[in-house]
């Protein structure tokens, strides 16, 4: 019998240390929460609206309880986007061997690259490594998502996969899930929108931007939502809220509803920074003079 539950009364930590000690193998299915009109008593004799799966959100895969992949159910997480975003591939190159090499398995494209000197093997590790950790480390900061395991389900036989010992991994996710808490306070919506101040002024002067802050910039506009712009970076929740987090500090955006979005029933944390109402399209005048003014200081 599949185990499954929901994260709200069995934790990442918890799924984790089980897998563990039970050195199990098969693939961690976690589903979007919707939350349903029926009321329901946890276990502490609380009551509180089911939820329900909805769309799959990640993917989590283990053998013999060690973690070997992560997918997040946003992305395609195939190897070329996996180097895109560490840097190894450019954005041209990704899109061209995801064009040409769709016939082929990670594992096939892998040597190719390699024999090709484009990366190195350690490079595809690494890579691989770093993305599964980045998933994993953000189902730490998940609260209410329900989950199935499939015993025995492995990833295809293509994919290419990277133990890892999930003991640091419970360690190193735990106290990453403690440090993200003001930043789930500061953006608990990822469905707000962003866009760039009407008088950005002197502060944009001087302002050094990463390339992973760069490409959220090129995406900034009241149209698109957070959570669409961590998709189209190929970014987790974590990763995009930590880069936004940066960039509202800065003050070189700012929050604002979507069209057709209500208003939040979460109020703001931070009384200075307010949701404003949505206002008419940014021109795009406006934007292009912004990021000439960043990229000029």
């Known amino acids: 019998m599949a185990l499954k539950g929901n994260l709200a009364d069995f934790s990442t930590t918890q799924l984790l240390h089980l897998i563990h000690l039970a050195k199990k193998t098969g693939t961690l299915h976690l589903y979007e929460p919707v939350v349903t009109k029926e009321m329901i008593t946890d276990g502490a004799g609380n009551k509180r609206p089911k939820v329900i799966p909805g769309k799959e959100r990640a ?11 992560a997918t997040l159910g946003q992305e395609d997480g195939y190897l070329a986007s996996v180097l895109h975003k560490a840097g190894k591939l450019s954005a041209e ?3 061209v061997i995801r064009e040409r ?14 024999n090709a000197n484009y990366v190195t093997k350690a490079d595809i590790v690494r890579c691989i490594r770093q993305h599964t950790l980045d998933i994993v480390y953000d189902v730490f900061t998940w609260k209410q998502e329900p989950f ?4 025995n389900e492995l990833p295809p036989p293509g994919r290419i996969t990277v133990p890892i010992d999930l003991k640091n991994v419970i360690i190193e996710g735990t106290r990453r899930a403690q440090e993200i808490e003001p930043l789930l306070e500061e953006l608990p919506s990822l469905d707000l929108a962003l866009r760039f101040p009407d008088s950005p002024g ?6 050094h931007l990463s390339v992973q802050e760069w490409r959220v910039v090129g995406f900034v506009n009241p149209k698109n939502t957070i959570r669409q712009i961590a998709k189209a970076c190929n970014m987790t929740d974590t990763e995009i809220r930590r880069i936004v987090y940066g960039l509202l500090q800065a003050g070189l955006v700012e929050l604002v509803r979507p069209p057709n979005m209500p208003a939040p029933a ?3 944390p ?3 920074r307010r949701i404003i109402p949505m206002e008419p399209e940014v021109k795009r005048s406006v934007v292009e003079r912004l990021i000439a003014r960043i990229k000029e200081a």
């Open 101 to 114: 090499g769709s016939k082929y398995s990670d594992k096939a494209l892998a040597l190719m690259l390699i």
């Open 59 to 69: 993917t989590l895969s283990f053998q013999e309880g060690q973690l070997i992949l």
């Open 270 to 272: 931070d009384g200075n």
């Open 202 to 207: 002197d502060k944009f002067r001087g302002v």
């Open 148 to 151: 199935v395991f499939a015993d």
């Open 266 to 268: 979460i109020p703001t």
């Open 93 to 95: 190159q990704a899109r």
